[in-house]
């Protein structure tokens, strides 16, 4: 008897390999800015900084198995205050908890408020910070260029 997809439904998709979901989280260094440029340039949502600036601030990657998966770049700002430059995790380890498993390394032990910015249209984003504790605290019209678009101000506070 021939079997209906519809009624059996879709298999259930493989969970996500462990060395993805515990991804090895260091430092960022010069060796790792031309996969960070390729993860920038499939990442049009994000910032785009020329690479080797990050490497002045708290520059973070993502490691499965000895590929860069994602990167975080972050700076101290005044007082207790950080910002977050920018995160972007590659196409294909996305929805894998790699972007969950740098920013929580980065909120670790950080005490203080944590600060971003992004694109209003930029919902995957959105959802991703808000689930990490982010709050939408306003937004800056006209903030980005190439496309124009306001951006959406979150906050972290830490304590
Ligand atoms: C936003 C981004 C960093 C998320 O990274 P990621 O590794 O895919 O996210 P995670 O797998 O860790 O997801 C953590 C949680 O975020 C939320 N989330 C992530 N992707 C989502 C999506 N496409 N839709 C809705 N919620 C999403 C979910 O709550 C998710 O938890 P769950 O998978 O248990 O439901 C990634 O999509 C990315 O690099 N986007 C392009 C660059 C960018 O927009 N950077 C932000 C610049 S400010």
């Known amino acids: 008897m021939k079997r209906d997809a519809a009624l059996v439904g879709r298999a259930p998709s493989p969970a996500p390999d462990p060395l993805v979901r515990r991804p090895l989280i260091r430092r960022g260094e010069p060796p790792d800015l031309p996969e960070i440029a390729a993860i920038q340039a499939a990442s049009p949502e994000a910032s785009s900084w020329p690479p ?70 930029n919902s995957t984003a959105r959802e991703f910070y808000k689930s990490l504790g982010f709050k939408e605290l306003t937004l800056r019209e006209d903030y980005y260029s190439l496309p124009p678009e306001a951006a959406i101000v979150m906050k972290f506070h830490s304590c």
């Open 52 to 121: 080797a600036d990050y490497l002045q601030y708290d520059l973070r990657v993502a490691v499965v198995e000895d590929r860069v998966a994602a990167f975080l770049a972050a700076r101290a700002a005044a007082g207790d205050e950080f910002e977050i430059l920018n995160l972007a995790v590659a196409p294909e380890f996305r929805r894998l908890g790699v972007g969950r498993a740098l920013l929580e390394s980065f909120l670790a032990g950080l005490r203080g408020a944590v600060f971003l910015e992004v694109r209003r249209s």
